[in-house]
């Protein structure tokens, strides 16, 4: 509910905010794909829960829990949003088309399974995850800094090039995780996580 709090807040400011509208409409997206997110992930621990999409500058207490089904229809609804507007492949650590499809696969998952409901929800899961495939193809390949037979690089004195590698090893070797760096499987990687890695290494 924080990180919810945190999105109503960004998107009740955001027609005052001083950026463009192109900005504008970024930032509302970002904020939407969070709050899809993080009700998705209340309606999978939690059931149904209470819903708000707006900042109150007072304390509020008047809400009323929704139904499991209804938290997953309010989470699809902001991740079909944001997948409307984010961008395909955002800089690294940032959300893009493929997180949020990604999600969105996941929720319409749930709703298929849940007691008595529509198994239709499974087509449309499908086609959420097709869009991500759309966007963030397999690596069938291997690549990056374990890969080249030809490299002299070394970490903490063991040579680079790893002989006995392939391409599922080389999607979780350090300097491959982002996009970026060729790694296409990639759609959301925590940059705190790499960036505590790097600076643990060069002690």
């Known amino acids: ?121 499974l087509d449309k899961s499908i086609a959420a995850a097709t869009e991500v495939m759309k966007y963030h193809s397999l690596m069938k390949e291997r690549f990056g800094t374990r890969a080249n037979p030809m490299s002299t690089d070394t970490h903490n004195g063991v040579p680079a090039y790893y002989p006995e590698g392939d391409v599922f090893f080389d999607l979780f070797q350090r300097g491959n995780l982002d996009y970026e760096e060729g790694n296409t499987e990639s759609l959301w990687v925590d940059q705190n996580d790499i960036r505590y890695h790097e600076e643990y290494n060069k002690q």
């Open 1 to 121: 509910y924080h990180t919810i709090s945190t999105a109503n807040t960004i998107i009740d400011r955001l027609p005052v905010a001083e950026v463009s509208e192109e900005q504008k409409t970024v930032a509302e997206a970002k904020a939407r794909f969070f709050r899809g997110y993080s009700y998705m992930n209340l309606a999978e621990l939690f059931g149904g829960v209470p819903i708000t999409d707006t900042f109150f500058e007072v304390p509020n207490f008047n809400f009323q829990r929704s139904s499991r089904k209804d938290t997953y229809l309010y989470a699809i609804g902001e991740l079909e949003a944001a997948a409307s507007v984010l961008p395909e492949h955002p800089e690294a650590g940032r959300v893009g088309k493929g997180a949020a499809y990604h999600y969105l696969s996941e929720c319409y998952l749930a709703l298929a399974y849940d007691q008595d409901e529509d198994i239709s929800y």
